[in-house]
Antibody
């Protein structure tokens, strides 16, 4: 199982960032993809999920107004777009394969994408 | 949101000794199907988290049997018997029963 993410990004406050996560066809067809971020000093935060086969999404309330998950079935790639960035959004962003659409666990993780927000 | 509280936050250990990490949740993690979705991860510096244990005590393939998970309801423990140098890093618990899924703060294990 491999989840391969896009490279590091440096963004200005107020802008948006889009991170990609390329998965295997099996993952895209049969699993859920979660997005998690690791903010320095704050630990891991689950941002939400997308079921690529149906393109259905659920967002954690704290991110709901600013985040959008999408999935391209032709390339088996999931995307996370976060808008209105502030320095508090500086973090490593991970995609992970989720087992269980409602209750479950995360079994495999991408390598992470560092997003730095700085003026 | 369900709050996950780990202790200790820092754990210096001697190679060959055992180590225990506690994880407490603010709500019961038993779901309507009587499953308990408590997962443990290990993260080495510069790497992604790696799952060690899920559903409280089920060890992932390839995880040494030195790692054991136990607990129920709101109280869980990860025990590492005979710690090895490769076990250093951060350990996180995560609940996957209630949305949004939440993580403990992390416990840093290093070698004395």
């Amino acid at each position: 199982v491999q989840l391969v993410q896009s490279g590091a990004e440096v963004k200005k406050p107020g802008s948006s960032v889009k991170v990609s996560c390329k998965a295997s066809r099996d993952t895209f067809r049969n699993y859920v993809v979660s997005w998690v971020r690791h903010v320095p000093g704050e630990g891991l935060q689950w941002m939400g999920q997308i079921i690529p086969a149906f393109r259905t999404t659920e967002y954690a309330q704290r991110f709901q107004d600013r985040v959008k998950f999408t999935a391209d079935k032709s390339t088996n790639t999931a995307y996370m777009e976060l808008s209105s960035l502030t320095s508090d959004d500086t973090a490593v962003y991970y995609c992970a394969r989720q087992v269980g659409a409602v209750a479950g666990t995360l079994d495999y993780w991408g390598q992470g994408t560092l997003v730095t927000v700085s003026s | 949101d369900v709050v996950m509280t780990q202790s200790p936050l820092s754990l210096p250990v001697t190679v060959g000794q055992s180590a225990s990490i506690s994880c407490r949740s603010s709500h019961s993690l038993v779901d309507r199907d009587d499953n308990t979705h408590l997962t443990w991860f290990h993260q080495r510096p510069g790497q992604s988290p790696r799952r060690l244990i899920y559903k409280v005590s089920v060890r992932d393939s390839g995880v040494p049997d030195r790692f054991g998970g136990s607990g129920s309801g709101t109280d869980f423990t990860l025990k590492i018997s005979r710690v090895e140098a490769e076990d250093v890093g951060l350990y996180y618990c995560m609940q996957g029963t209630h949305w949004p899924w939440t993580f403990g703060q992390g416990t840093r294990v290093d070698i004395k």
